[in-house]
């Protein structure tokens, strides 16, 4: 989800029945002791009544998954607990890598433990567009038949 222009995931953990809230920013003192709530938390009024912000979006996600797919066997989940516990990788302070931090969550997030599993070298950060654009293209399910020998160059070595 984006947030006053910052991606952050929310994940909806259907085995621990919580919500995760991964977000690679660096709260506290880097952040003049800006904290996680502060976010997440943010009071939002929608018809004179005040809301959390993360509240809110869930609400509305598990409205919208009930009213699309009703038999989907998909539980409620807008009154699950928040969690904020992880030691997910943080970007360095004014990065504006967030959303590859993000699609790194994703790709290592393990459900059964509520917890991401990647490391990311904050001063590599700019590197994590190639990176990822480099998985995208060469993953093996990836379908493209024929690449262009431009592209192809850079195509990992296979062991």
Same mark, same amino acid.
């Given at each position: 989800? #984006?947030?006053?222009?910052?991606?952050?995931?929310? #994940? @909806?953990?259907?085995?621990?029945?919580?919500?995760?809230?991964?977000?690679?920013?660096?709260?506290?003192?880097?952040? +003049?002791?800006?904290?996680?709530q502060?976010?997440?938390?943010?009071?939002?009024?929608?018809?004179?009544?005040?809301?959390?912000?993360?509240? /809110?979006?869930?609400?509305?996600?598990?409205?919208?998954?009930?009213?699309?797919? !009703?038999?989907?066997?998909? =539980?409620? *989940?807008?009154?699950?607990?928040?969690?904020?516990?992880?030691e997910?990788?943080?970007?360095?302070?004014?990065?504006?890598? &967030?959303? *590859?931090? /993000?699609?790194?969550?994703?790709?290592?997030?393990?459900?059964?433990?509520?917890? @991401?599993? &990647? #490391?990311?070298?904050?001063?590599?950060?700019?590197? /994590? !567009?190639?990176?990822?654009?480099?998985?995208?293209i060469?993953?093996? /399910? +990836?379908?493209?038949?024929?690449? =262009?020998?431009?592209?192809?160059?850079?195509? =990992?070595?296979?062991?």
């Amino acid at each position: 989800m #984006v947030h006053h222009n910052h991606w952050v995931l929310y #994940v @909806v953990n259907r085995i621990m029945k919580c919500i995760h809230i991964i977000d690679s920013n660096t709260y506290g003192n880097e952040m +003049n002791y800006t904290r996680w709530q502060d976010f997440h938390q943010q009071s939002v009024n929608i018809s004179g009544k005040a809301l959390r912000f993360s509240e /809110l979006m869930m609400n509305r996600l598990t409205t919208a998954i009930q009213r699309v797919r !009703p038999n989907s066997g998909f =539980p409620k *989940f807008g009154n699950w607990d928040f969690r904020f516990d992880h030691e997910a990788p943080r970007m360095k302070c004014g990065s504006n890598d &967030c959303g *590859f931090f /993000l699609i790194k969550y994703m790709q290592s997030f393990d459900g059964k433990r509520g917890l @991401v599993g &990647c #490391v990311i070298d904050r001063e590599r950060s700019p590197d /994590l !567009p190639a990176e990822i654009a480099k998985y995208l293209i060469f993953h093996d /399910l +990836n379908e493209v038949m024929e690449l =262009p020998e431009e592209v192809t160059r850079y195509r =990992p070595m296979r062991y």
